[in-house]
Nanobody, 127 residues
């Protein structure tokens, strides 16, 4: 089982930027797709972005397209989420997740696509 630890969250003003990191341990993630989800108080966990194991394809929810970018460094066993032009509605706990299927090249958007989760990191966007 892979362990995932998120970092990089914090308080930022609207329009600002943050980069989240997700460090994996226990096994390599180079063969697995990785994703980011978020959950705001009182709301369900929602898909934000995902990247396939090779890094060739990325997927985003519509509300973050053009503002967020997911990337991975397999040599460091780490996945990143660069967030720019942050809005108040981006405030949430952000979770990193790892797919349970190696070498999967299909699309991502569901929590069921992922079998391992981190503890989350809080992102708060202020006006």
């Amino acid at each position: 089982q892979v362990q995932l630890v998120e970092s990089g969250g914090g308080l930022v003003q609207a329009g600002g930027s943050l980069r989240l990191s997700c460090a994996a341990s226990g096994r390599t993630i180079s063969s697995y797709g990785m994703g980011w989800f978020r959950q705001a108080p009182g709301k369900e966990r929602e898909f934000v972005a995902a990247i396939v194991w090779s890094g060739v394809y990325q997927y985003y929810t519509d509300s973050v397209k053009g503002r967020f970018a997911i990337s991975r460094d397999n040599a460091k066993n780490t996945v990143y989420l660069q967030m720019s032009s942050l809005k108040l509605e981006d405030s949430a706990v952000y979770y990193c997740a790892a797919d349970w299927r190696p070498y999967y090249l299909g699309s991502y958007s569901r929590t069921q696509d992922f079998g391992s989760w981190g503890q989350g990191t809080q992102v708060t966007v202020s006006s």
